[in-house]
T-cell receptor
Framework: AQSVTQLGSHVSVSEGALVLLRCNYS??????LFWYVQYPNQGLQLLLK??????LVKGINGFEAEFKKSETSFHLTKPSAHMSDAAEYFC????????????FGDGTTLTVKP | DAGITQSPRHKVTETGTPVTLRCHQT?????MYWYRQDPGHGLRLIHY???????DKGEVSDGYSVSRSKTEDFLLTLESATSSQTSVYFC????????????FGPGTRLTVT
């Protein structure tokens, strides 16, 4: 079984401030981990993913995440928030390549204040 | 952008009527998924398919059925719509191997009155 917990359903930061969105997972096998972003009235888009190898992964729009096995975490960060980062962010876990499905967290809405 | 379309994009229907949502892909990906998105619940998997005529239930499958007769099409049917099925429905696809990330369609907003 696998599960994802996103800590904080709403996060608010000022423009230019650090963005930190938290994700903890549970998986009985080495996980594949994903962050997706959803802008209003759109489908989800992949931000970044961890499968194997380097534990610090970089994605689009300046975001990055670090896989920490000991902490079962995959937190998403961006050094400097931009107004265009305002969106809903979803963390997801998949039990490896052969698993047919992913489990998504409940999402975190990021607000960026001017 | 991955070639995924959903139809219709918006639908209003009455309680008790059947409704079919269509997902069409042009990527030849093996896996296709139907999710519903509701405030406070994130994305919940309804059904998914791992090949033509091969489907399996997700976490919220009651009241829904699916069919996949061709690689490119995945249909979601609400046999008798209820107000609790008012939601935004997303289709997604993923390849068997490689990136294994999912690509999402634009969504269908369904309202059951």
């Amino acid at each position: 079984a696998q599960s994802v917990t996103q800590l904080g359903s709403h996060v608010s930061v000022s423009e230019g401030a650090l963005v930190l969105l938290r994700c903890n997972y549970s998986s009985s096998v080495p996980p594949y981990l994903f962050w997706y972003v959803q802008y209003p009235n759109q489908g989800l888009q992949l931000l970044l993913k961890y499968t194997t190898g380097a534990t610090l992964v970089k994605g689009i729009n300046g975001f990055e995440a670090e896989f920490k096995k000991s902490e079962t975490s995959f937190h998403l960060t961006k050094p400097s928030a931009h107004m265009s980062d305002a969106a809903e962010y979803f963390c997801a876990v998949r039990a490896g390549a052969n698993a047919g499905k992913s489990t998504f967290g409940d999402g975190t809405t990021l607000t960026v204040k001017p | 952008d991955a070639g995924i379309t959903q139809s219709p994009r918006h639908k209003v229907t009455e309680t008790g009527t059947p409704v079919t949502l269509r997902c069409h892909q042009t990527e030849n990906h093996r896996y296709m998924y139907w999710y519903r998105q509701d405030p406070g619940h994130g994305l919940r998997l309804i059904h998914y398919s791992y090949g033509v005529k091969d489907t399996d239930k997700g976490e919220v499958s009651d009241g829904y059925s699916v069919s996949r007769s061709k690689t490119e099409d995945f249909l979601l049917t609400l046999e008798s719509a209820t107000s609790s099925q008012t939601s935004v429905y997303f289709c997604a696809i993923s390849a068997l191997s490689g990136g294994v990330e999912q690509y999402f369609g634009p969504g269908t907003r369904l309202t059951v009155t």
